[in-house]
């Protein structure tokens, strides 16, 4: 399967404790994104990636999120202190390529994961 | 106000019927439009994109942009219970990334 891949699939966790999500995007893509969606929402944008670079954060990235991309390749999201307000679909998306004429296009195909579906209790 | 706004249904249709979906927005910036398919439990699924205004067809599916009126569809010909799913409009700026979506509208199509 050379889609993005997100793991877990499903996580039930303390509220209190420490929880980290992995997202490997499809290999030739340089942009990684980071969304939470809650139950009849759409994606919330947390964050974007252009290689190891973190280039945008969202108010919504508590100082309690972290997320890294230590290599350009496979990204990580560290939610601190779990709330029970954290409970969502965590979903990781990839875009795009240096090099095409349509970069400002491609950088628009989102491909999405399965996401990480956390509960909190 | 939100930036997107997107009904968020739930719209049922017999199967066969044309369906039309819609979204309206307020950021005059946005310059790429997109529709995504969710089934339950998954993630978003690329339909359809468009870049500034004008139509795209693309088999039973067909996205318009307006921008004058700042009002984006997508209309499903021959409707499928298959098509039964949420779908989400997106749409970003110049840059092409921190797409905002809409609260997507679930879509029933009964056989």
């Known amino acids: 399967d050379t889609g993005v891949s997100q793991n877990p699939r499903h996580k039930i966790t303390k509220r209190g404790q420490n929880v980290t999500f992995r997202c490997d995007p499809i290999?030739?893509?340089?942009?990684l994104y980071w969304y939470r969606q809650t139950l009849g929402q759409g994606p919330e944008f947390l964050t974007y990636?252009?290689?190891?670079?973190?280039?945008?954060k969202s108010r919504l990235l508590s100082d309690r999120f972290s997320a890294e991309r230590p290599k350009g390749s496979f990204s990580t999201l560290e939610i601190q202190r779990t709330e029970q307000g954290d409970s969502a679909m965590y979903l990781c998306?990839?875009?795009?390529?240096?090099?095409?004429?349509?970069?400002?296009?491609?950088?628009?195909?989102?491909?999405f994961g399965q996401g990480t579906r956390l509960t909190v209790v | 106000q939100k930036e997107v706004e997107q009904d968020p249904g739930p719209l049922s249709v017999p199967e066969g019927a044309i369906v039309s979906l819609n979204c309206t927005y307020s950021?005059?910036?946005?310059?790429?439009f997109m529709w995504y398919r969710q089934y339950s439990r998954k993630g978003p699924e690329l339909l359809m994109y468009?870049?500034?205004?004008g139509n795209k067809e693309d088999g039973r599916f067909t996205a318009q942009v307006d921008k004058s009126s700042k009002y984006i569809s997508l209309f499903i010909r021959d409707s499928q219970p298959s098509d039964s799913a949420t779908y989400l409009c997106?749409?970003?700026?110049?840059?092409?990334?921190?797409?905002?979506f809409g609260a997507g509208t679930r879509l029933f199509v009964k056989a």
């Open positions: 998306a990839s875009t795009g390529s240096l090099g095409s004429r349509r970069v400002g296009a491609r950088h628009t195909e989102a491909f």
């Open positions: 290999s030739e893509h340089n942009r």
């Open positions: 990636f252009q290689n190891e670079a973190q280039l945008e």
């Open positions: 950021n005059s910036a946005f310059q790429y």
């Open positions: 468009t870049y500034s205004s």
């Open positions: 997106a749409m970003s700026g110049a840059g092409g990334f921190k797409t905002i």
